[in-house]
């Protein structure tokens, strides 16, 4: 089977890091793949287009950046060139692009989005319009489909498919030291700066633990997708005298080393589709700390895990503290690993492939 992968734009961030694994475990298992997109690649994301090299994964990414009519003939030419049989479009708009070209290829519709992309007029608007031409529509939460539902209406085929970790990417220490690897005890948070993130909040909560715990460090990282909240993150750790402690970073590759370096995960998001990062760092042992919301309840019962209301910001840094004295501890995922993940895309996959036939 010939499949086409189409994300927004290349970069470090959780979409696109479940295509680019998805894609290689579809090459390797036979199929021909590639991965297009709307934008250019961003630097970031050079490390995993080689991995995506290395496995004989075509990436058609445009050279430069278009207006609407130039992305659209830019899918138009992928498409007539890669000919696939069933395409892939990761998120909301290249969804919607890649259902506006008339042409046969079925589209299977995956919505990552943390929030809800269709409280937005236009959007509902467009969806309506599209929703039949999706040969099924994917979330990747409970919660996806339920926005769904409740803007557009019961698609035909409709199925959660939880994002998957590779596991073999992520060594569990269990019950070892939790002090930070070659220094002193460091949290982490990993995510893209946006308010629904909540970097602002793990800097407050982490200015009231520092006072318990002067040597402990704070890390934050991930692509810097609103700029203006990225800088508030910056003056935040300023005015709050952390500029020693605490380092506000953008995407990193090296997010393994990170996390068997690190001491506490820590993710107050205000809300998730079903977050990667979170899974890689259950992966690792690592203990968490992480807002109560439903995209996390799965975890609740996991040893390590601390789930609770975020926006507290004195309860959040004593959970942190907490954390930061708690060893790393094992955890079973299975039904969430990269393989889990693969098998109901492969299916999926090849029954709208097979509908068109």
């Given amino acids: 089977m010939r499949i086409l992968h189409l994300v927004l734009a290349p970069r470090l961030s959780g979409a696109e890091v479940l295509a680019k694994d998805l894609a290689i475990h579809q090459r390797m298992h036979g199929d021909d793949v590639a991965i297009a997109s709307l934008l250019p690649q961003h630097d970031d994301f050079s490390a995993l287009r080689s991995e995506l090299d290395g496995h004989a994964v075509t990436c058609l990414f445009p050279a430069r950046r ?5 992305k659209l003939w830019h899918l138009y030419q992928v498409i007539r060139r890669f000919k696939p049989d069933v395409l892939l479009a990761h998120a909301t708009i290249p969804a919607f692009y890649a259902r506006a070209l008339p042409v046969r290829v079925p589209v299977i519709y995956v919505m990552h989005s943390a929030a ?3 409280e937005r007029s236009l959007f509902r608007r467009v969806e309506r319009v599209l929703s039949r031409r999706a040969g099924a529509v994917v979330g990747v939460s409970e919660a996806n489909l339920k926005d769904y539902v409740a803007a557009i209406g019961r698609h035909p ?7 998957g970790v590779d596991t073999r990417r992520f060594v569990c220490t269990a019950g070892a030291a939790n002090t930070g690897k070659d220094g002193p005890p460091q949290i982490v948070q990993i995510g893209r700066y946006n308010a629904v993130k909540d970097q602002l909040q793990t800097v407050r909560a982490f200015a009231e633990a520092a006072r318990v ?3 402990a460090r704070l890390l934050l990282i991930g692509v810097i997708e609103d700029p203006a909240y990225f800088a508030a993150v910056n003056a935040l750790v300023n ?9 506000v970073d953008g995407p990193r590759e090296d997010v393994s080393r990170l996390l068997a370096e690190s001491s506490v995960f820590a993710m107050p998001s205000r809300s998730e589709g079903h977050s990667i990062a979170f899974l890689e760092a259950l992966a690792t042992g690592i203990p968490v700390v992480a807002s109560r919301i439903e995209a996390f309840a799965f975890a609740r019962e996991f040893p390590g895990v601390q789930l609770l209301d975020t926006t507290d910001t004195t309860a959040y840094a004593q959970a942190l503290v907490s954390a930061l004295r708690e060893p790393r501890v ?6 969430l690993t990269l393989n889990d993940t693969a098998q109901q895309y492969l299916a999926i996959t090849r029954r709208v492939a097979g509908a068109l036939a």
């Fill in 330 to 335: 094992a955890r079973s995922l299975d039904g």
């Fill in 116 to 118: 809800n992309d269709f």
């Fill in 66 to 70: 278009y207006g609407g009519l130039g």
């Fill in 213 to 215: 715990m002067p040597e």
């Fill in 157 to 163: 085929l409709m199925q959660v498919i939880p994002n």
């Fill in 239 to 247: 005015e709050l005298g952390l500029a020693g402690q605490v380092v």
